[in-house]
């Protein structure tokens, strides 16, 4: 898409029309959820930009682009553990027949600290793989103020 972008031109695309619909059991939707499928997906293009148009795009831009795409891999990979420990949770409280305050408190406890350990982890890899500047840092603004709306 860079490449048509680059070759042909872009336009601007009201978000209305730029939509798409990605359904279950489709490539694009496993792209989106699953890291391993992301990266099959972005690491061809990666080898291109680095060999064959090299010379089209910036080793910074291609550095950035690699990062970004690596943070969405990391990202998604978080989110696989959150789910899988929210699961685990779930699956202690069954194991801990009577609930006790005790037992109440302690998953508690070990929730707070799977959030506060994926937490760090989000921005590690946000800080270690994303440039910060003012767009990034607007962009979070506006999406965390979009879902408050919501």
């Not at 489709?26 to 792209?31: E, G």
Request: charged share 30%.
């Amino acid at each position: 898409m860079i490449l048509m972008a680059l070759n042909y031109g872009v336009c601007f695309i009201p978000q209305e029309l730029g939509v798409h619909r990605v359904l279950k059991n489709s490539r694009s939707s496993a792209s989106r959820s699953n890291p391993e499928t992301h990266l099959q997906e972005v690491s061809p293009m990666w080898k291109l930009m680095d060999t064959t148009y090299a010379d089209r795009f910036p080793p910074r831009f291609r550095k950035s682009l690699r990062g970004r795409h690596l943070y969405e891999y990391g990202a998604m990979a978080s989110e696989q553990c959150e789910k899988s420990l929210e699961k685990f949770l779930v699956e202690i409280k069954t194991s801990l027949d009577s609930r006790s305050v005790i037992d109440h408190l302690f998953c508690i406890g070990v929730r707070t600290a799977i959030k506060a350990q994926l937490f760090l982890i989000k921005a590690y890899l946000f800080f270690r793989l994303r440039k910060i500047n003012i767009d990034v840092l607007m962009r979070k603004i506006y999406r965390r103020r979009n879902r408050t709306k919501e």
